[in-house]
């Protein structure tokens, strides 16, 4: 088995979690509240940003230049690509995506996971730790939206089924780079590397988890007081 495959097999207690989770399945049935796609979609915006700059950091870690060309293509991606997921979306609840983003969020749950995705990048040299840290992402969209295609109790007739049209095939080029160098950078790891490097991942995917469910119920700081003061 392959040390990405290890990683993906040991996430799957938790992608089941999100999957029954109220996000995904008021999704499923296109039921979703409105208010929960705008925090949704405002956080995401958010975390897609951080995510962008990630890739701009592994740049310098990359093995070879043809990983640096794909690092490149996914920063184009996550400019351009990915909105359309988001539109569908804002269309869901009929309302302008620009106008929805224009206010910025940022939730406890985003918080928590952007600064773990960091804290891998600046703290490790080998890139795996951080790509670790980046690669539930992608999965785990791609897992949900699979899964939901072939659940009957997927509501074919409302707009969000085409999100989960998008993530069930779109997200498949960059989960096989991020399996590869996965695989590569962690040839020479010692056991108790490759251990942490396995958290890293499995706490991504938590934070994923914890991500869908910041929006469902959504998630502010509270510093006490009726105005947060």
């Given at each position: 088995?392959?040390?990405?495959?290890?990683?993906?097999?040991?996430?799957?207690?938790?992608?089941?979690?999100?999957?029954?989770?109220?996000f995904i399945q008021d999704l499923l049935k296109g039921s979703l509240s409105n208010q929960a796609v705008r925090q949704y979609l405002r956080a995401d915006a958010s975390y897609l940003k951080e995510f962008t700059n990630l890739?701009?950091?592994?740049?310098?870690k990359a093995p070879t230049m043809k990983d640096v060309k794909f690092l490149v293509e996914q920063i184009e991606f996550m400019l351009d690509?990915?909105?359309?997921?988001?539109?569908?979306?804002?269309d869901y609840i009929n309302e302008p995506y620009e106008e929805i983003v224009k206010e910025k969020v940022w939730p406890p749950s985003g918080d928590h996971y952007i600064k773990h995705m960091y804290y891998h990048a600046y703290a490790h040299e080998n890139a795996a730790y951080t790509i670790a840290a980046m690669a539930p992402c992608p999965y785990v969209y791609e897992v949900v939206a699979?899964?939901?295609?072939?659940?009957?109790?997927?509501?074919?007739?409302?707009?969000t089924a085409k999100w989960f049209?998008?993530?069930?095939?779109?997200?498949?080029?960059?989960?096989e780079v991020f399996d590869r160098l996965l695989d590569e950078?962690?040839?020479?790891?010692?056991?108790q590397e490759k251990a942490d490097i396995k958290e890293s991942?499995?706490?991504?995917?938590?934070?994923?988890?914890?991500?869908?469910?910041?929006?469902?119920?959504?998630?502010?700081?509270?510093?006490?007081?009726?105005?947060?003061?």
């Open positions: 088995m392959t040390f990405s495959t290890e990683l993906k097999e040991a996430s799957q207690p938790i992608i089941e979690k999100i999957y029954n989770d109220g890739y701009a950091l592994l740049i310098p690509g990915e909105v359309e997921a988001h539109e569908i979306l804002a699979k899964m939901a295609l072939e659940d009957n109790n997927l509501n074919r007739d409302a707009i049209d998008f993530y069930s095939t779109e997200m498949r080029p960059l989960i950078l962690t040839e020479n790891c010692t056991e991942f499995l706490q991504s995917t938590i934070h994923e988890r914890n991500f869908f469910n910041m929006a469902y119920i959504d998630e502010q700081w509270n510093f006490g007081g009726a105005n947060h003061e």
